[in-house]
C-alpha cells in the first residue's frame, strides 16, 4: 500500500488549548510504512511526534516535523483468552474494547472517565479510573511493538526483555512509536453502581469506608452552586459532593426495584461520563497516607480563589504499579484533579495548587497541565535517571522529543 501525503492542517487537541501545524503529516496505511518513515525523518534530523485522540492537555503531541497519523491502526487483533491478553493496534479507543471483549468473556479491568482516548495514548500517559486495589493502563502493558527513533522495529515482552517493559509502560511515547500493544485483561464483570449526594463534612466521616469497602469510588466536591453543570453532573449545590461507588455484581445482587440512584451494566457501559471540552485540567498523584489533610488544605484553598474555582474539584485513587515513569509508581495515591476555566487568567489558581501538592510530594499526570522541572521529576521518579538513558538509547538523535519533553526527559 502508498502512503498518502495530506495537506498540513493545524493540529489541535480536543479541548483546544495546544494546537500547531507540522511540516508535514501523513496518514498511515499499513504499519510496514512507519519505521522507514522514521528512519528518514532521522537521517534528515526531522522531529517524529503521532497524535492518540488529543485528549492531553499538555504539549506532548506537538511537533515542527512529520505527525504521523495512525488512525488507520485501529481494532483489535488477537484474543488469548487463556492468558487473558488482548493485542489491538494503537488507535483502538478504549471503548473499542467494550463489546469484542465482553463476548471472550474479558473485559478492561478498570477504566476513566471517557473512553474515548487511544489505548497507545491513554498508556503512554499512565491514564487511570479509580479504586485502591486497581492499577492504572499502563500496568496492564505486558508487551508490544515500537519503531525507535533510528526506525529498528523492536518487539517487546515481559519475558524477552523485562528492562524495556517497565519503561514503555509510561512512556510518553519518547522511546518510539507503538504499532501493537498487549495488555492483560480480567474476567468479565458487572458493576453495581451507586450514585450518592453528600456534604463534605459527612463525606469525610466515611471516607475511610468508601475507600475500602468498594472496588471503586470517586467524588465531586462541588464548590459553588454553579458547580455540577460544568462537568455535566445533574445535581449537587455548594459544599455537596457527588460521589460514585461501584461495586462488582455478583448473580445474587437483586436487579428488579433499584432506586433511582442505582444502575447495574456491563463495566465498560458504566464507567464513561460525558464531558463537554470546556475546561483545562491539572492532576496530581499523592500518599494516601496523607489523604484526609490533603483533601482539607484543598478544599481550603479552593474557597480562597473563588469563584474563579467553580469548577469540581474530582477525587479518585490509584493502586501502586511498577512503571518507572508511572505516578503510581511503587506508591498507591490519592488523585486530585483540579481544572481552570478557559478563557480566565487561571494560572495564579493552578500554580497555587501546585504548590500545596508539592509539599506532598505530589506526582503529575503526564497528560494534564503540570509545572514540572526535570530536577523536580529527578527527585519524585526514583527511575528517573534510569527511564533517560534508556530513550537515550532508542532515541540518540531526540527524534520523538519537542520542546516540552526535550526540557523535562532530554
Ligand atoms: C474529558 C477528558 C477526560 C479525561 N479523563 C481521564 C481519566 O478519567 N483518567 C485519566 O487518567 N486521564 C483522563 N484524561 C486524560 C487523558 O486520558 C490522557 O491525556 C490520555 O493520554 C489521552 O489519550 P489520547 O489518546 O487522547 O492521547 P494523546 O493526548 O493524543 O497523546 C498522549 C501521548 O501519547 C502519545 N502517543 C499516542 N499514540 C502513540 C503511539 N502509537 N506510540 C507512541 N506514543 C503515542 C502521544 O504522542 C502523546 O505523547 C482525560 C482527558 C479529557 C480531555
Redesign the pocket.
Known amino acids: 500500500m502508498t502512503t498518502t501525503p495530506t495537506t498540513t492542517p493545524r493540529w489541535t487537541?480536543?479541548?483546544g488549548n495546544q494546537s500547531f501545524t507540522p511540516r508535514q503529516m501523513i496518514e498511515i496505511q499499513a504499519e510496514e510504512e512507519i519505521a522507514p518513515l522514521i528512519a528518514q525523518a532521522a537521517a534528515e534530523g526531522i522531529g517524529v511526534?503521532?497524535?492518540?485522540?488529543?485528549?492531553?492537555?499538555t504539549p506532548?503531541?506537538e511537533t515542527e516535523g512529520l505527525l504521523l497519523d495512525?488512525s488507520r491502526l485501529r481494532g483489535i487483533l488477537s484474543i488469548d483468552r487463556e492468558r487473558r491478553q488482548v493485542t489491538a493496534w494503537?488507535?483502538t479507543t478504549v471503548g473499542d474494547f467494550g463489546d469484542p471483549l465482553w463476548e471472550a468473556g474479558l473485559a478492561l479491568n478498570n477504566q476513566?472517565?471517557?473512553d474515548t482516548?487511544?489505548i497507545?495514548?491513554?498508556i503512554?500517559?499512565?491514564?487511570?479510573?479509580s479504586g485502591l486495589r486497581l492499577p492504572?493502563f499502563s500496568a496492564t502493558l505486558v508487551g508490544g511493538r515500537?519503531v525507535d527513533g533510528l526506525g529498528n522495529v523492536v518487539e517487546v515482552s515481559a519475558e524477552e526483555n523485562a528492562d524495556v517493559l517497565p519503561a514503555l509502560q509510561t512512556?510518553?511515547?519518547l522511546l518510539?512509536?507503538?504499532?501493537r500493544l498487549t495488555i492483560q485483561v480480567a474476567p468479565a464483570y458487572e458493576l453495581h453502581a451507586t450514585h450518592l449526594l453528600l456534604p463534605y463534612e459527612a463525606l469525610i466521616e466515611r471516607f475511610d469506608e468508601f475507600v475500602h469497602n468498594y472496588r471503586s469510588f470517586a467524588f465531586f466536591w462541588l464548590p459553588s452552586d454553579a458547580s455540577a453543570p460544568l462537568y455535566c453532573l445533574d445535581k449537587g449545590q455548594a459544599d455537596d459532593c457527588v460521589i460514585k461507588l461501584y461495586q462488582q455484581a455478583t448473580p445474587d445482587t437483586p436487579r428488579e426495584g433499584l432506586p433511582d440512584n442505582q444502575r447495574i451494566d456491563r463495566s465498560y457501559r458504566i464507567y464513561p461520563m460525558h464531558?463537554d471540552?470546556n475546561f483545562h485540567?491539572v492532576?496530581y498523584f499523592l500518599p494516601m497516607p496523607h489523604a484526609r489533610e490533603i483533601l482539607c488544605e484543598m478544599r481550603k484553598l479552593m474557597q480562597r480563589w473563588l469563584p474563579l474555582s467553580v469548577y469540581p474539584l474530582e477525587i479518585r485513587t490509584v493502586a501502586a504499579d511498577e512503571a518507572w515513569l508511572s505516578p503510581n509508581y511503587q506508591r498507591e495515591n490519592l488523585v486530585v484533579s483540579v481544572s481552570g476555566e478557559p478563557g480566565v487568567d487561571y494560572w495564579p489558581y493552578l500554580r497555587a495548587v501546585d504548590a500545596l501538592f508539592a509539599e506532598f510530594k505530589g506526582r503529575p499526570?503526564w497528560?494534564?497541565l503540570h509545572f514540572m522541572t526535570a530536577d523536580r521529576i529527578e527527585r519524585l521518579f526514583p527511575r528517573y535517571g534510569d527511564f533517560v538513558a534508556l530513550r537515550r538509547r532508542f532515541d540518540p538523535q531526540g527524534t520523538f522529543l519537542n520542546g516540552h519533553t526535550r526540557a523535562l526527559f532530554g
Not at 503512554?124 to 479510573?129: E, Y
Open positions: 487537541n480536543w479541548v511526534r503521532t497524535p492518540g485522540t488529543g485528549h492531553s492537555f506532548i503531541v495512525l494503537p488507535k476513566g472517565d471517557i482516548q487511544a497507545a495514548g491513554a503512554a500517559t499512565a491514564t487511570h479510573g492504572n515500537f512512556s510518553l511515547g518510539g512509536l507503538m504499532t464531558y471540552p485540567e492532576e499526570h497528560g494534564k
